[in-house]
């Protein structure tokens, strides 16, 4: 793995004393579960607040936000320590640039990715958009053939502007439904996952306010509209994603330089056409044996019919022809 520089996670005591002690009860429990490091992966569409999302859980402004589209493609890693946990959040470039997928910026986030485990997706939007279209499909489909379908299972689909006041006099739980259910059709199709596949468990949806502007409880916690103080809310989905029983993503030689992870199902195929030629085989030996009983069936006949004629014909035979 490459080295980098884990510093100690002075950003908590930044957060108020009720999201600390929140966080750092998360932090005790997987502790308790053997779990000392966790790597979150962050992705999504350009502008959508991948940076801030990583700023906010940290406490920090490690990553540059920009309301304009960021120049760099790299990757950041950061890497912050506590009590023996350690937590890197990887933040990653937009995923479109001018309407198509930048597969260089794909390319690189892989590269960047070598050698190391994924434990938990955030699958980055903004709650505030009012359609899904082909290129979320688009950019659901990057992620899944770069990674692999079982990415979903670690995913958590994260909204940020989640501070907002629904438009067409919906409130704010219809919203959310309907957004989180659009969003959830567009994984699914995106990565070709069957409805059932990830209704149980659902992929989780965490909803964020990157803002300044967010407002706070009587804890001054940052809050939604709903009265959830997202933080510790987003952390602790994080520690059930990663407890569900599903695989971490593991970028090794064979994702980076293989074929589509999703395609090794298609291995069975030379298995699948030797079945049918041997399949083929018998059959043709059932020609043969039918061909055979045949031959044999035509020669008793034949010999029936040489016995009839050495045969002495009876009188009446004879008769009947003129010889008596
Ligand atoms: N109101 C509000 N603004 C946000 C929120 N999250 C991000 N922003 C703003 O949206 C703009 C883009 O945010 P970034 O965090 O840079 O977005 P990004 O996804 O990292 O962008 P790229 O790295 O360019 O792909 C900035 O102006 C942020 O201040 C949020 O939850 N609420
Ligand atoms: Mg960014």
Not at 74 to 86: D, N, W
Not at 157 to 181: K, W
Not at 291 to 314: G, N, S, T
């Amino acid at each position: 793995m490459a080295t980098q520089l884990i510093r100690e996670w002075t950003g908590i005591q930044q957060f108020p004393p009720a999201t600390q002690s929140k966080l750092l009860e998360l932090l005790g429990k997987l502790k308790q579960e053997n779990v000392s490091t966790l790597t979150i992966l962050v992705m999504g569409k350009g502008g959508v607040g991948k940076s801030s999302t990583v700023n906010s859980i940290l406490g920090e402004r490690v990553a540059a936000v920009s309301a304009f589209q960021s120049e760099g493609l790299r990757p950041v890693i950061c890497s912050r320590s506590r009590a023996g946990f350690t937590l890197n959040i990887i933040d990653t470039p937009g995923l479109v640039e001018g309407g198509y997928i930048n597969e260089r910026a794909l390319d690189i986030i892989k590269r960047f990715l070598f050698n190391r485990t994924i434990d938990v997706l955030l699958y980055v939007d903004r709650l505030d958009a009012y359609r899904v279209d082909n290129l979320d499909r688009q950019v659901i489909k990057a992620i899944t053939d770069s990674f692999g379908k079982g990415i979903w299972h670690r995913a958590i689909t994260v909204l940020t502007h989640a501070q907002l006041s629904p438009p067409d006099g919906l409130n704010y739980d219809e919203f959310f439904t309907r957004r989180s259910a659009a969003l959830l059709k567009v994984v699914r199709l995106g990565a070709r996952i069957k409805k059932q596949e990830l209704q149980d468990p659902a992929m989780p949806i965490a909803l964020v306010e990157n803002s300044g502007r967010c407002n706070v409880n009587e804890s001054g916690e940052k809050v939604l509209p709903n009265g959830t103080a997202w933080i510790p809310h987003l952390v602790n989905m994080i520690t059930e994603v990663i407890s569900n029983g599903s695989k971490p993503i593991v970028v090794d030689k064979k994702l980076i330089e293989g074929p589509n992870p999703n395609d090794r199902g298609k291995f069975f195929i030379p298995l699948i056409l030797a079945f049918q030629a041997s399949y083929s085989k018998s059959y043709f030996l059932l020609i043969h044996h039918l061909y055979k009983y045949f031959f044999v069936v035509k020669k008793i006949q034949q010999k029936i019919k040489e016995d009839i004629a050495l045969e002495i014909p009876p009188d009446w035979e004879l008769r009947d022809v003129g010889f008596s």
